[in-house]
RNA sequence: GGGCCCGUAGCUCAGCCAGGAUAGAGCAACGGCCUUCGGAGCCGGAGGUCGGGGGUUCAAAUCCCCCCGGGCCCGCCA
């Protein structure tokens, strides 16, 4: 059996080295020796100075030696001593003791591991499975897919991804926010022009993306006209007349963008008589399941999702479930019942006297000792309106349900939410500790997300304003197109197609996933489609040249080859690299850190680049050294597809 | 006013949670390799008060405090 991570083993006898050499020099401080190495050893800051480090100095501090001494001591010491996988042990800087990993055995245990797990490589599983729902994307059903969420998208399938690979039972969820009075009105648009849709306008979501909006700003104008003739003075009247003003230009730009659609629709809206009670109606209607109101909903969220479903499958994304927002969360009565609940365990916490029902969050905290558990002592908590003074419940009291459904059936709840919701959540998943939930803080995750901004865009559904994801898709596929025409004359176009379809899809996934979520990602297409380094189309490019040098030479993988014909810096470097790969899976997946991985990929590629433009592999006259690199070159492939297979992206084989 | 996040090379970002050696990449600009396993490539030089100031430490981009700048949030919206 190999080890599944080599350079574990390098490690394990970096400890061993210091712990022995230390037994003897160091008895009186084995107190601190333990702490120095429970912390663990250091990357040094270049490759010229080995693969670990130890620092002396705190050590040397207790023992009364300058750390320079201790240091020299040291490495003479192991030096000496018997070893297999650590190289060279030098003394450097002003107290470290440097390892070097003896690449030649360590490339025998990656080449091992490599014919033994193929792709599986590195795939490190955890110990004990955990049942874990990620739920992500949850677009709302007025308009595309946008630019936003496709961040959020890529984010929760890759985590969903990763967290596969290390051997968790994961279920990905999207929540259809089926409820309230954005989705009323784009479905009471919908049904006024629901007749006239077909053929020629395009995909589902699209076309309510415009429906939507329209329909918006006539009921905006309708109802600012009624203002405008009641209102009380002249300078109330100005105001209302510029905002008029505003909705008129807006409306005017949405109708030159469908003038039959739109005057269809604001025909119609007037047969209506007054459409905004019309859609309270539905509002009122659709939460308490009235048929006719379920039909209009239904069909617009139907038609909407379908084009969600579209827009996702190209991207390779899929859902095991599709949770209703209404199902979940009105029509079951869960929110009731939590809200019941919360009055019989606080209703200290509660208030009712303007009307509406709030909960005093801080109040709540304090008294469960969340404040100092959760490191908020000096914050103060807003209030939670749990019920509007007319009895109807909001978004985040709807979500303490949906929350409270989604741990019943998991261990721990990952929730891609962008990071303007953080307070909404804090105060939810303050809610949760109240009702009941242990570990609220390990089980329940807010994975916030900051937005995407794109130059010169401003965002705005209600408007019809937004930069859709399909459009950002054919923007890359279409350039990736061009570049793979311009040097593909030996693939069909069919072949062309696709992989311009995969590599431009790639592309958009690796620029969302590479920033950090935390950071905002300024946008402009020259990033999205910028094939230099760093980029998805420049780690295929290095994929296809593994497989090119593979395809020509009829290599059949094995462990058994003489790694020490590797002494090349880049070959080194290479199985240095892939050998650490495992562990650096599990710290992404772990911490949830997928970026972790697209910054390997990129610069595993940097180094094979290297190597490719100085080492030939097929034209190698000495056999040895030739099978000994293909099977390094074998190496690289299959690290590649673990990497791509962690991360959900599709390698295209040829470019 | 309060809270959260961000501030590292002209630009886009790693590194910060678990403090260590000359702070790393890429893009742009500049100078080479004129293409041999497909150049979507390779090599090179240049470019930095790590937003500012204090503190803790043998050691601070990293931890603590204050300040400055930007974004988001503080609804009977979602």
């Known amino acids: 059996m190999a080890n599944p991570v080599p350079f574990r083993l390098f490690e394990e006898e970096c400890f061993r080295l210091l712990r022995a050499s230390l037994g003897e020099l160091a ?16 990357v040094p800051p270049s490759k010229e100075m080995g693969e670990l480090a130890f620092p002396c100095f705190e050590l040397a501090r207790a023992m009364g030696k300058r750390p320079k001494e201790l240091a020299d001591e040291l490495a003479l010491k192991i030096a000496s001593m018997d070893r297999k996988y650590v190289g060279r042990v030098e003394p450097a800087g002003s107290g470290y003791v440097n390892f070097y990993a003896n690449h ?35 677009g709302n059903p007025v308009h595309p897919l946008t630019i936003g969420t496709a961040r959020n998208a890529v984010i929760g399938d890759s985590l969903a991804s990763l967290l596969r690979a290390r051997g968790h039972v994961v279920e990905t969820h999207f929540y259809v926010n089926d409820v309230g009075l954005q989705v009323m009105i784009a479905a009471y648009g919908y049904s006024k022009v629901r007749d006239r849709l077909g053929g020629g306008r395009g995909k589902p979501d699209h076309v309510v993306g415009l429906v939507y909006p329209m329909t918006n700003a006539i ?40 003038p039959e659609l739109f005057d269809h629709l604001l025909d119609r809206m007037k047969e209506d008589g007054d459409p905004r009670a019309a859609i309270s109606k539905l509002n009122r209607d659709y ?106 419940t909001l978004y985040t009291t709807r979500d303490i349900a949906y929350a409270l459904w989604k741990l019943r059936r998991a261990d721990k709840v990952i929730n891609v939410i962008g990071a303007e919701q953080s307070m909404a959540q804090l105060q939810l998943r303050v809610a949760l500790a109240l ?51 311009k040097r593909g004359w030996r693939l069909s176009e069919e072949e062309k197609e696709e992989i ?124 040895e050294a030739r099978r000994a690199r293909l099977m390094l070159v074998y190496s690289l492939k299959i690290v590649m597809e673990s990497c791509a297979k962690a991360l959900n992206f599709k390698l295209a084989q040829r470019m």
């Open 27 to 42: 008895e009186e401080a084995r107190e601190v020796v333990e702490r120095t190495l429970t912390r663990g050893l250091e």
């Open 500 to 623: 311009a379809e995969v590599v431009g899809v790639g592309a958009v996934r690796y620029a969302l996933l590479n920033v950090t979520a935390s950071k905002p990602i300024t946008f402009d297409w020259e990033q999205v489609v910028n094939f230099e380094r760093n980029s998805f189309p420049f780690i295929n490019y290095t994929y296809v040249r593994a497989l090119g040098i593979l395809r020509k030479s009829d290599f059949e993988p094995t462990a058994d080859v003489d790694t020490t014909k590797l002494v090349h810096e880049y070959e080194r470097e290479l199985v240095i690299q892939m050998a650490k790969y495992p562990k650096l899976f599990v710290e992404a997946a772990d911490g949830l850190r997928p970026e972790v991985l697209t910054g390997f990929l990129n610069q595993i590629s940097e180094v094979f680049n290297s190597y490719y433009e100085k080492v030939n592999v097929i034209r190698e006259k000495d056999e």
């Open 104 to 138: 030649f055995e360590l490339a025998r245990e990656l080449f091992k591991a490599v014919v033994e797990l193929g792709p599986d490589y590195g795939l490190v599983k955890v110990d004990r499975p955990l049942k874990i729902i990620v739920e992500h994307t949850s």
């Open 435 to 485: 009702l009941g939930v242990k570990d609220v803080e390990s089980r329940y995750l807010h994975y916030a997300y900051e937005l995407v901004k794109l130059p010169g865009a401003k965002m705005s559904s209600r408007r019809g304003r937004y930069v859709a994801l399909d459009d950002l898709l054919n923007e890359a596929v279409g350039r990736v197109k061009l570049e793979v025409e």
């Open 287 to 392: 939460e308490e399941g009235a048929r006719e109101a379920v039909k209009a909903v239904r069909e617009l969220c139907s038609a909407v999702i379908e084009g969600f479903r579209q827009t996702l499958s190209r991207m390779r994304i899929e859902f095991d479930e599709w949770d209703w927002e209404s199902e979940l969360t009105v029509w079951s009565g869960a929110t009731e019942e939590a809200i019941e609940r919360i009055r019989d365990l606080a209703p200290w916490a509660l208030d009712t006297s303007q009307g509406a029902l709030v909960l005093d969050v801080d109040a709540v905290a304090s008294a469960l000792g969340l404040k100092e558990k959760w490191g908020l002592a000096n914050k103060e908590i807003p209030k939670l309106t749990l019920k509007r003074a007319d009895g109807t």
């Open 219 to 258: 009921v905006e104008i309708s109802e600012l006209r009624k203002r405008i003739e009641s209102a009380q003075d002249d300078e109330a009247r100005r105001e209302l007349m510029k905002e008029l003003d505003e909705w008129v230009g807006i409306a005017y730009e949405l109708r030159s963008r469908d």
